[in-house]
């Protein structure tokens, strides 16, 4: 019956949604380790870290020439603009600036600051924990290609255009020369409008 084609449709519909929300792992790497967010006031967020059960604190800062304090092993950082430039100040007063670009990264400091790979890890590991990708990166939002929504919307449009197709495949193969009604045709083509916009939206991530 096409209820029970339909149906399956939408369970798969409802199926491929809850495993996609769970794939959105609500967890943070910093630095190579793995860090949930702690529910706090909202002007002070706490990270945990799975394994060594140790925190980091970020919340605004007190001096209006930064946004952010972030506490990291009892030392502060201080960190000032946005994804793509953004600068950092070390608690022993150093300050790195980072500025992504649409294929580079630069990086600069005052002259004859002393720096090391490990300090420009930390810059960006900071850079990204408080304002996330930079937007060279794929927006949220954006189009980005899905298997499972190019297959709805596929068979959607096969039931809007070809709703007879649907019909053979559910019962027409089994009684020579059976003809769907125009009901059971409308409601595949509402079916299939149905699997169209599920598909584009599983389209958007």
Known sequence: ???????????????????????D???????GDLYSEIEGDADRR?????ESRRSIFIEPSTDPDWDYTVAIDDKEYRIEGSPNSFRVEFPDGR?????????????SAA?????SFEDWDR???????????????????????SPAGFILVAMG??????PR???????????????????????????GWAMVIAGALLGFS
């Open 1 to 23: 019956m096409l209820r029970r084609f339909l149906l399956a449709i939408m369970l798969v519909c409802i199926a491929v949604a809850v495993l996609g929300c769970a794939a």
């Open 25 to 31: 792992d609500p967890s943070i790497v910093f630095e």
């Open 46 to 50: 706490e990270l945990r870290s799975h």
């Open 95 to 107: 300050t790195l600036t980072r500025n992504h670009g649409s294929s580079t990264s630069t990086g």
């Open 111 to 115: 002259p004859g600051t002393a720096t």
């Open 123 to 145: 810059v960006d590991s900071i850079g990204k924990l408080v304002y996330g990708a930079a937007s060279t990166e794929v927006e949220r939002g954006a189009w980005t290609p």
């Open 157 to 162: 449009l096969l039931l809007i255009f070809r």
């Open 165 to 191: 197709w649907a019909f053979f495949l559910d019962l027409g193969w089994r009684v020579k020369d059976a003809e769907p009604s125009d009901l059971y045709l409308a409601v595949a083509k509402i079916g």
